[in-house]
């Protein structure tokens, strides 16, 4: 079961350089998130997608542009990167829409992207 | 979404029992109270969800307090898998992360 599949792994990008994290999922999910977490903190959401079409700012979006390529695919573009960018990314995706309180909404994540920016 | 508190850390000894405290006072209603954890170097993993009710399953139980304002993520016979970080957050919309309490296991 591959779950929420992400690439790259690892990365080392230059200071300015762009770069597009790539995320799947197979589970035929509605939502999909992606958040990044620095040392010692928690997750922090950069942005999410309801459904398919749809895109919305999380926390932190901030020199981030994403894509919800289709329903399986979500990816996360830096256009510039700098060193503040250095941080481990997850995706994560969840069967229901996110509004939905009658079931909760159980978030499935990837296993992470690790990016340094130099 | 509501905010949750949670204790930075804990320590525990292998195979006694572990409660992971968290306060949650300004959840509303109808917002679900769910646990996460992550082990080192990987990504969060679901572990339990409740709403008023007790919860149990295979990884652990969740005991939620009559007014729903705090709950106890209740391992029942800590392992030394299980050292790692354990979230708790409330809400829908979408689930927001703090912290955490980072969770030792002692040999």
């Known amino acids: 079961n591959a779950g929420v599949t992400q690439t790259p792994k690892f990365q080392v990008l230059k200071t300015g350089q762009s770069m597009t994290l790539q995320c799947a999922q197979d589970m035929n999910h509605n939502s999909m998130y992606w958040y990044r977490q620095d040392p010692g903190m928690g997750l922090r959401l950069i942005y999410y997608s309801a459904s398919e079409g749809t895109t919305d700012k999380g926390e932190v979006p901030n020199g981030y542009n994403v894509s919800r390529l289709n329903k399986r695919e979500f990816s996360l573009r830096l256009e510039s990167a700098a060193p503040s960018q250095t941080s481990v990314y997850f995706c994560?995706?969840?069967?229901?829409?996110?509004?939905?309180?009658?079931?909760?909404?159980?978030?499935?994540f990837g296993e992470g992207s690790w990016l340094t920016v130099v | 979404d509501a905010k949750t508190t949670q204790p930075n850390s804990m320590e525990s000894n292998e195979e006694e029992p572990v409660h992971l405290p968290c306060n949650h006072s300004?959840?509303?209603?109808?917002?679900?109270i769910h646990w996460y954890r992550q082990l080192p170097s990987q990504g969060p993993e679901y572990v339990i969800h409740g709403l008023t009710s007790n919860v149990n399953n295979r990884m652990a139980s969740l005991a939620i307090a009559e007014d729903r304002k705090s709950s106890t993520l209740i391992l029942h016979r800590a392992t030394l898998r299980d050292a790692a970080v354990y979230y708790c957050v409330s809400g829908n919309t979408p689930l927001v992360f703090g912290k955490g309490t980072r969770l030792s296991v002692i040999a």
């Open positions: 300004t959840i509303s209603g109808t917002d679900y």
């Open positions: 994560a995706s969840s069967e229901r829409g996110y509004h939905d309180r009658v079931y909760g909404n159980t978030i499935y």
